[in-house]
C-alpha cells in the first residue's frame, strides 16, 4: 500500500512569490491534515480536512494561507505572498477515521530568501 | 494552550535499554502518540495510549498516567537504526495532533 506523497520535496522561493503544495493522502483516508516545523520549533498543526471540508483550521497561520481538497482527494497547501518566516517543512498526514493514528508523509521543505 | 515537554537528547548504547519520558499539562485529550522521525523523513507512528498503562509492541513499549500528566517511550535491546529523533504527541478530540519538541537519540556502538 502507497503511503502519504508530497510534492515537492524541496522549494526554494523568493519573498512575495507563491507556492503551492501537493498532498496525497492513502487511498481511502477520508481525514487529511497539514503541519508544519518551523527552525527550531516543534511540528505545529495547521488544518483537518475530513474528505473535501475543512474539519478544522485553527491552526493556520494567516489569509496567506490557502488549503483545497477539491474531490476529497489529494489536497494543496498555497502560500501567497510568501514571507521569511514560512520557510520550515511543511507534512502532511491522513488517518482512515478521526481518532485513528496517523500517517505522515515524507514533507516538503521550504525555503523563502 | 498545551505545553508538552520532552528531553532535548539522549544517547545510549547498543543493545541497552533506554527510556524516553513526555510530560503534558492538558486537560482532555482522546489518546498520546509517540512518533519515531529521522533526519529528512516522514514521522513514523511507533505507539500509542489511550488508556493508562503499558502497550508493549515488540522492542517498543508505551506508558501512560493521565493523573499524573506523564507518559514515557521504553525502546529495549538498542540497535544503530534506533537512533533518529522521537516525538510525543497529544492528540486532541477531534484529532488535531500536538507535538512535544522531540527527543534526539544517538544510540553508540
Known amino acids: 500500500e502507497a503511503g502519504v506523497t508530497q510534492f515537492p520535496s524541496h522549494s526554494v522561493i523568493e519573498k512575495g512569490q507563491t507556492v503551492t503544495l501537493r498532498c496525497d493522502p492513502i487511498?481511502?483516508?477520508?481525514?487529511l491534515y497539514w503541519y508544519r516545523r518551523v527552525m527550531g520549533k516543534e511540528i505545529k498543526f495547521l488544518l483537518h480536512?475530513?474528505?473535501?471540508?475543512?474539519?478544522?483550521e485553527s491552526g493556520m497561520p494567516n489569509n496567506r494561507f490557502l488549503a483545497e481538497r477539491t474531490g476529497g482527494t489529494y489536497s494543496t497547501l498555497k502560500v501567497q505572498p510568501a514571507e521569511l518566516e514560512d520557510s520550515g517543512v511543511y507534512f502532511c498526514?491522513?488517518?482512515?477515521?478521526?481518532?485513528?493514528?496517523?500517517?505522515f508523509g515524507p514533507g516538503t521543505r521550504l525555503l523563502v530568501l | 494552550g498545551q505545553n508538552i515537554d520532552q528531553p532535548t537528547e539522549m544517547t545510549a548504547t547498543e543493545g541497552a535499554i533506554v527510556q524516553i519520558n513526555c510530560t503534558y499539562q492538558t486537560s482532555g485529550f482522546n489518546g498520546l502518540f509517540w512518533y519515531q522521525q529521522h533526519a529528512g523523513e516522514a514521522p513514523t507512528f511507533l505507539s500509542y495510549?489511550?488508556?493508562?498503562g503499558l502497550e508493549e509492541k515488540g522492542r517498543f513499549s508505551s506508558f501512560l498516567s493521565r493523573s499524573k500528566g506523564y507518559s514515557y517511550l521504553l525502546l529495549k535491546e538498542l540497535q544503530m537504526k534506533d537512533s533518529a529523533s522521537y516525538l510525543c504527541a497529544v492528540g486532541n478530540y477531534g484529532q488535531n495532533f500536538v507535538f512535544g519538541p522531540g527527543t534526539r537519540l544517538s544510540v553508540l556502538p
Open positions: 495510549n489511550v488508556l493508562d
Open positions: 487511498s481511502g483516508h477520508d481525514n
Open positions: 480536512f475530513v474528505k473535501e471540508s475543512k474539519q478544522d
Open positions: 498526514a491522513s488517518s482512515p477515521g478521526i481518532e485513528e493514528t496517523q500517517y
